[in-house]
C-alpha cells in the first residue's frame, strides 16, 4: 500500500519551507523598498548641496567682479 500519511507529512514540510521562504521573500523585499527610499532621499539632498554650491560660486563670482 502506499504511504499517503508519509507523502502528507512530506507536503506539509514543504509547504512550511515554501511559508518561510516566501517571507524572507518579503522582508528582503521591504529591505530593498527601504534602502531605495534612503538612496533617493540621499541623491535629493546631493542635489540640494550641488545647487547651494552653484549659487555660493556665483556669489562669490558677482563678489569678485
Do not use: L
Request: aromatic share 12%.
Amino acid at each position: 500500500m502506499p504511504d499517503f500519511q508519509g507523502r502528507s507529512i512530506k507536503t506539509i514540510r514543504n509547504s512550511q519551507f515554501a511559508i518561510r521562504n516566501s517571507q524572507f521573500a518579503i522582508r528582503n523585499s521591504q529591505f530593498a523598498i527601504r534602502n531605495s527610499q534612503f538612496a533617493i532621499r540621499n541623491s535629493q539632498f546631493a542635489i540640494r548641496n550641488s545647487q547651494f554650491a552653484i549659487r555660493n560660486s556665483q556669489f562669490a563670482i558677482r563678489n569678485s567682479q
